[in-house]
């Protein structure tokens, strides 16, 4: 795999322009990925998304 993209890291969260231009590519970004790993579980970014079974 040649690219890592996290959008935590890649998208500056207090800019509204910034996520505005990201959140638009994200749809292209999710369809060409290899796989996608999605923290659904957590509700902030912070918080942790591996949980018992």
């Not at 910034?18 to 796989?35: C, L, P, Q, T």
């Amino acid at each position: 795999i040649r690219y890592i993209w996290i959008d935590a890291l890649c998208i500056i969260p207090n800019d509204a322009e910034e996520w505005d231009i990201e959140a638009k590519r994200m749809g292209v970004i999710y369809a060409n990925s290899y796989f996608t790993i999605a923290a659904t579980c957590a509700e902030q970014s912070g918080d942790g998304f591996l949980r018992p079974r």
